[in-house]
């Protein structure tokens, strides 16, 4: 059995295991354990039970989150919600111009200096696919990370604001000015939403769609059940800022801790790529079975890119796991 038969059989069984595990039904277990939850709440005397289930109950009351499920999205809507998450007022049109833009240097670069054109507009592709979305991922993880470490002032401000006697609207107009960053520019198009006739609810609930942080959601949850149950709310948002404080020196903890991995894990990822591009850019040559295709040239080897697409493969399999052991969700 050669080579290439080994990979199409070891392929097709690969192929196969996931559309077993993707149509599989639903685990006995998970439902079991379901239906023995509903029961504890329904039955149960314990005021922590009670309170988690009024929870549930007004999270499930409210209108389905559209943008956060992605379920009745087109990909132009994720592209033009992404775009809105970092903050910029860039639009499709520009991110599709600057796709293309990279994609054609990057192409003309590789050619240029001596590779296929097949194998340069393959770069080039994955280039134009795969740069911007990574720009715009990097771009959106800082605003939301500075909108995390702000949000608990922002809650803090609105409780010496309840605290004061002002109600729940001018808080947020309070926020929306004295915040700087996003925070700020977040509550201030929930203000203007207000202001125009938009239930505050539904107003905070699109914010919060837009955004997708846990720490957004838990606030407009609060204040879903506060409407729900009553009680004091400036009580209940001190307690939320004192959570949301801990979460991130949690968060900062696992990252200082799981530091050591993740550098290594980078190293051990990027090492062979980066050493290919070395050995390519300095003896072009040594490396001349992988781009040369031409069956007449001595240097064909198909042998070779077989091997190093097999490696890409394990090595991506490789580093998917490691980030994975150094990723911890809270």
């Known amino acids: 059995m050669n080579m290439q038969m080994m990979i199409i059989i070891i392929g097709m069984t690969l192929c196969l295991t996931l559309l077993g595990i993707a149509f599989m039904g639903p685990s006995s277990a998970k ?9 504890k709440m329904r039955h149960s005397d314990s005021d922590t039970v009670r309170v988690e289930a009024q929870m549930k ?12 499920q992605g379920q009745e999205m087109s990909r132009s809507d994720r592209l033009r919600l992404r775009l809105a998450q970092t903050g910029k007022q860039w639009t499709i049109q520009q991110y599709l111009y600057a796709s293309v833009g990279l994609g054609i240097v990057v192409a003309g670069l590789i050619v240029i200096k001596g590779a296929p054109i097949y194998l340069g507009g393959a770069l080039g592709l994955l280039a134009a696919l795969g ?23 922002a809650i803090e401000l609105l409780v010496r604001g309840l605290k004061s006697g ?27 939403k207000i202001k125009i006739g938009k239930p505050m609810e539904d107003a905070l609930q699109d914010t919060a769609d837009r955004l997708g942080t846990a720490e957004f959601q838990f606030f407009v949850i609060t204040l879903a059940i506060q409407r729900e149950t009553g009680g004091n709310l400036a009580e ?32 051990v990822g990027s090492l062979p790529f980066f050493v290919f591009g070395m050995v390519w850019s300095v003896n072009p040559g040594y490396l001349h079975g ?9 240097a064909y080897e198909p042998r070779l890119l077989i091997a190093g697409l097999i490696g890409m493969v394990w090595m991506g399999i490789g580093v998917f796991i490691m980030a994975k052991m150094v990723s911890f969700e809270i």
């Open 290 to 298: 992988f781009v040369t295709f031409d069956e007449a040239d001595r």
């Open 31 to 39: 439902s079991s354990a379901r239906r023995m939850g509903a029961l």
């Open 57 to 68: 109950k007004a999270i499930a009351a409210r209108r389905p989150m559209v943008f956060t």
């Open 166 to 192: 002002l109600p729940v609207g001018e808080t947020l107009n309070v926020v929306a000015k004295e915040i700087n960053g996003p925070v700020g520019e977040e509550f201030k198009l929930v203000t203007e």
């Open 236 to 267: 209940t948002l001190a307690n939320l800022a004192d959570v949301l404080r801990k979460r991130a020196q949690m968060k900062l903890k696992i990252r200082a801790m799981s530091s050591e991995s993740k550098a290594s894990a980078y190293i």
């Open 131 to 153: 740069i911007p979305h990574m720009v715009l991922g990097f771009l959106i993880k800082k605003r939301l990370n500075n909108f995390t470490s702000n949000f608990p002032d």
